[in-house]
């Protein structure tokens, strides 16, 4: 992810003006090649990296999930990654193009 906190000023800004409005955002977490560091270490290093570097400062955050394959100690699972898809909920016409395997998410916070 790149220039994060511009890119979701917008969103963050909306969701202050609309505290009704619930959001949820699938990430991809994936496992640097050759990194054999425990998966908890991982997701918390994701946590803060989203936090500190991709979400507008002091603004309250969306429920993000992943799909903890690529984390996985195994090699088996390593190949999974979560590709972008977004799904609209409410009162705008709705859209649901969250088409993915994905084995039950986790939720990161």
């Given at each position: 992810?790149?220039?994060g906190k511009d890119i979701?000023?917008?969103?963050?800004?909306?969701?202050e003006a609309l505290?009704?409005?619930n959001v949820r955002?699938?990430?991809n977490i994936d496992r640097p090649h050759g990194d054999s560091s425990?998966?908890?270490l991982l997701l918390a290093k994701f946590q803060k990296r989203f936090r500190e570097n991709q979400w507008p400062e002091n603004m309250r955050l969306p429920e993000v999930f992943y799909d903890p394959r690529p984390l996985a100690d195994d090699d088996a699972s390593k190949s999974a990654c979560l590709h972008a898809k977004e799904a609209?909920?409410?009162e705008a016409t709705p859209l649901n193009m969250f088409s993915s395997?994905?084995?039950n998410p986790f939720l990161a916070w």
């Open positions: 992810m790149y220039q979701f000023a917008a969103l963050a800004n909306r969701m505290p009704e409005l955002m699938y990430l425990p998966s908890e609209w909920e409410g395997t994905l084995p």
